[in-house]
């Protein structure tokens, strides 16, 4: 018994799950073991203290500042009324609360917004990861013709007609022309300063008994145990961001199995999100199909459709009743005070 609580120590959250799976067929009390190993699966999720930049792109107050007005800039829509903000608002947890997103055209796009909270520590971004970086996400919505439907040749010309942009720039990347390589640089550098606000969680794990119920406590244990959450939704952001198959998408909503057909663990697997926020961020899922963290907990303790490219972590967890309001208290720690947000004036 004692060395499967060390491998659980040494695997870290992603792998406490199986462990756990260990001890209690060894006739361990699970609840016992989680309460015992809760220190150590605290210091898993303890928040880094600086945001990751990437060497080809790294972090400057001018291109963060450029970044922010360009973020905001409803010129980078075809009819100049949306702004990258207008479906990541930072008011709704940088993401829109619709079940899909909806583009410049009115029409509803096949998937919801995704929240842009710590995509400084996410890597191939999107819902089927098709983005190798957060540099190059900018122009797939800027350019797509269902939503901001603008061409990277009007937007710098748009941009390069306004003095203001024309010194800001200057400013961030030296002399020269605006392009889309700088704009998706400024854009990605300001995103990549969107890190959600320390929430009741954060503080009970640095040391606050008193900051989060004893129901919460308990769902944590589940959390990290007989749930399996912690096998996906790992680390300070509370994501493996990996790529699964939880048993819910259909027929041609194939997520990443899109982009590698010949796969059959990637068919109708879609990016683990972020729990941060999760409780300002409903409806949930790639499609929004899910209303309440309570049905996100009923649709796992049910283990999904059961085929081959569901991943090998789903299956039925047999949780009471009691079980799943302790999951869905905890959950509810992990949402952090709302912040107040301006806008920063345009350049003309």
Known sequence: MRNARLTAIALGAGGIAACLTLLLSSGASVSDEARSDRPHWQEQYRRPTD??????NPYSEAKSRLGRMLFFDPAFSDTQSRSCATCHNPSLSWGDSLPRAIGAKHEVLPLRTPTLLNVAWISRLGWDGHFRDLEAVAFGP???SNNMNVSEKVLVERLSAIPGYVSAFDTAFGEGAITQRKIELALATFERSIVSGEAP????IKG??????ESAKRGFDLFNGKAHCASCHSGWAFTDSSFHD?????????????????SVKLRY???????RDVARRAPYMHDGSVPTLGAVVDLYN?????????????????????????LVAFLHTLTSTPSSWSVTALPR
């Open 302 to 326: 049910r283990g999904g459709v059961d085929r081959p490219s569901r991943s090998e972590l789903i299956k039925p967890l047999g949780l009471t009743d009691a079980e799943k309001a302790d």
């Open 246 to 262: 939880i048993g819910t998408a259909t027929d041609d909503d194939l997520g990443r199995g899109r982009l590698f057909p010949t």
């Open 142 to 144: 800027i350019t797509a």
């Open 51 to 56: 945001i990751p930049f990437p060497h080809d």
């Open 201 to 204: 969680f954060d503080r009970w």
């Open 208 to 213: 606050d008994e008193d900051v989060i119920s």
């Open 269 to 275: 697997a879609f990016k683990t999100p972020t729990l």
